[in-house]
């Protein structure tokens, strides 16, 4: 049973430019949650898709938006890079069967790197 | 606003012997406190969770101790090894009636233990 998986691993932008990363829920779950990773600090919440749509949002600007597939898999979009967005982006995934989709489990993160 | 304040930040202890990390949290309608293990550039792994209505839940040699009227938790590795060595987080999540179903993590402690 794989688990949650991220593509790609690594990505290096040029401020200004527009990135995507990839997200596959694990096998049984319907939710997506995104979360960025500073260095050194704890995830911090962007947004939640189910049912191909943004259920909840953290503080977070525009230029960040995401997307969900029938199949469940997410992509998470940012636009106009900064050398702040620079972080390990990290997705996790949920299933609305659980008590509260509370259960999260993360995947292993696509560090991006903006110079 | 930090809502869940972790410490310490870093914590040194010799094989064999007990970690201990504290967590405080603000928001009462938290109702749901996972712990998760990260190891470099990799993501976050979660250990073990707990709810209010239970005051202790064991697995292995990981214990979460909850104090819901003082607002605190922590989590005690027992028997610690250098496989322990990690970054722990603690976070909360108050469910989709408890302010919307995402994770606010704590700042993270750097476990290392010794031989």
């Known amino acids: 049973d794989a688990g949650v998986t991220q593509s790609p691993t690594h990505l290096i932008k040029t401020r200004g430019q527009q990135v995507t990363l990839r997200c596959s829920p694990k096998?049984?779950?319907?939710?997506v949650s995104w979360y960025q990773q500073a260095l050194g600090q704890g995830p911090q919440f962007i947004f939640q898709y189910y049912e191909e749509e943004e259920r909840q949002r953290g503080n977070f600007p525009d230029r960040f938006s995401g997307h969900q597939f029938p199949n469940y898999s997410s992509e998470l979009n940012v636009n106009a890079l900064l050398l702040g967005d620079s972080a390990l982006y990290l997705c996790?995934?949920?299933?609305?069967?659980?008590?509260?989709?509370?259960?999260?489990?993360f995947g292993p993160g696509t560090r991006l790197l903006v110079l | 606003q930090q809502q869940v304040k972790q410490s310490p930040q870093s914590l040194i202890v010799q094989k064999g012997g007990i970690s201990i990390i504290n967590c405080a949290y603000e928001?009462?309608?938290?109702?749901?406190f996972p712990w998760y293990q990260q190891f470099p550039g990799k993501g976050p792994a979660l250990l073990i969770a707990i709810r209010p209505d239970v005051s202790e839940k064991k697995e292995g040699r990981f214990t979460i101790s909850f104090n819901k009227s003082a607002k605190q938790f922590s989590l005690h590795i027992m028997d610690s090894q250098p496989g322990d060595s990690a970054t722990y987080f603690c976070a909360a999540n108050g469910g989709w009636t408890g302010g919307g179903n995402k994770l606010t993590f704590g700042t993270g402690t750097q476990l290392k233990v010794e031989l």
């Open positions: 996790a995934s949920s299933s609305r069967m659980t008590r509260g989709q509370e259960t999260q489990y």
């Open positions: 096998s049984g779950h319907d939710t």
């Open positions: 928001n009462t309608a938290f109702d749901y």
